[in-house]
Every structure is written in C-alpha cells, then in structure tokens.
Antibody, heavy 122, light 107 residues
Framework: VQLVQSGPEVIQPGESLTISCQTS????????IAWVRQVPGKGLEWMAI????????KYNPSFEGQFSMSSDRSRSTAYLHWSSLRASDTATYFC????????????????WGQGTTVTVSS | DIQMTQSPSSLSAFVGDRVTILCRAS??????VSWYQQRPGKAPNLLIY???TLQPGVPSRFSASASGRDFTLTIDSLQAEDFATYYC?????????FGQGTRVEVK
C-alpha cells in the first residue's frame, strides 16, 4: 500500500488550489481517505474523510465549507480542493487510508502520504 | 467535540529509559483510541489501535492500555529512533480528534 501526494505549493491569498493523493496497492473504492492538517510547529487536526466508492463525506465542523474533496477512481487518486486560500491555510496536509470497522473500535489511519506543504503568501 | 488531552506536552529521557504518555478523553470513548508516532518532517505512523492492539510491524517495546477515560502509551527501553512526537486519537465519534501531542526528546 502506498499513498503519494503532490508536491509543495506556494500560492497567493485568494487563489484556488487542488492537491492530490495517488494510492496503490489496495482497492481504492473500498477505503475512506482522511485528510489531516498540520500547521507549522503544531499538532495534527482531523479535517474530513471521503469515501471513493460513493463519494460520501464526513467533515470536521471546524473546517466545513473551507474546502472540498473528490476522487478519480480510474487513477486511484483523491483530491483536496480550495477555491480561495487564506494565509491561515498555510500548513502541511496529509492524506491517509482510513481503515474502518463499522463501529469505529478498530478504526485507524494505517497508511499515510508523505504530506503536501501549502504556503499561502503574497 | 471530544477533547483528548495528553500529558506531559514534552519530556526528556535517556536511551534505555521507560517512558509513559497519558491521554485523557473529555468523555467516554470506550477503547476507541489509536496512537501515532511522528518523527520530524515525516508523516505520522500508526502504533496502536483499539486502545491496546499493536499494529503489525511495530516493535514490541511499544504497548498501551486503557482505564476509563485514561489511556496510556508506554515505550520500554527507549531507542534512538523513538525520539519523536506521539499523538493519541479517539475513533468513537466524528470528528476523530487528536490529542495535542507529546514530544519525547533526548536528555
């Protein structure tokens, strides 16, 4: 199993951006993909999850409306998209495979991408 | 949201020491807790899930336990590669919140 994320980005405030998470080694449509933010020098923040099988989503209310998620099942790739970035979006964004067990007891992020660093600055 | 509070925020230890990190949930999360290790500049790595189950491939010097709302990660005989930041996460409800992290540094 591998998750490979797109490269670092330097973006001006107000611009749009899409970053990607290309997966391999497992059935992409059957596992949720999680997105996790890490602001420089800070901890991990759970943003949202996306299910490629039916495009179902679950958002952290703290982040809802700030970005969108999608996937291309033919490429086994998940995407995170912002329409208008702010300086406060400067962070490293990780994708991870979200292993689930129905009731959540055995849930975990078992494989991670290497992270995409997004810098929003004028 | 459920808050996961880790203590201490950081600690210093020698190679060979036994280290314990505590994570307390703001409400019951049963045994729905995972632990991750993050080395500087790297992605997190899953260590433990379901409060005490070791992820395959993780060294047996890592262990974890649960008691009520308190969760403990223990590293027996700390190795050089274990100096990192450790995070707990609850998987009981959405959003799946993380603790703020515990940094383990060389003494």
């Amino acid at each position: 199993v591998q998750l490979v994320q797109s490269g670092p980005e330097v973006i001006q405030p107000g611009e749009s951006l899409t970053i990607s998470c290309q997966t391999s080694g497992y059935n992409f449509a059957k596992f949720w993909i999680a997105w996790v933010r890490q602001v420089p020098g800070k901890g991990l923040e759970w943003m949202a999850i996306f299910f490629p099988g039916d495009s179902d989503t679950k958002y952290n209310p703290s982040f809802e409306g700030q970005f969108s998620m999608s996937s291309d099942r033919s490429r086994s790739t998940a995407y995170l998209h912002w329409s208008s970035l702010r300086a406060s979006d400067t962070a490293t964004y990780f994708c991870a495979r979200h292993r689930t067990s129905g009731d959540g007891k055995y849930d975990a992020f078992d494989f991670w991408g290497q992270g995409t660093t997004v810098t929003v600055s004028s | 949201d459920i808050q996961m509070t880790q203590s201490p925020s950081s600690l210093s230890a020698f190679v060979g020491d036994r280290v314990t990190i505590l994570c307390r949930a703001s409400q019951s999360v049963y045994t729905y807790v995972s632990w991750y290790q993050q080395r500087p500049g790297k992605a997190p790595n899953l260590l433990i899930y379901a409060a005490s189950t070791l992820q395959p491939g993780v060294p047996s010097r890592f262990s974890a336990s649960a008691s009520g709302r308190d969760f403990t990660l223990t590293i027996d005989s700390l190795q050089a590669e274990d100096f990192a930041t450790y995070y707990c996460q609850q998987t009981y409800t959405y959003p799946r919140t993380f603790g703020q992290g515990t940094r383990v540094e060389v003494k």
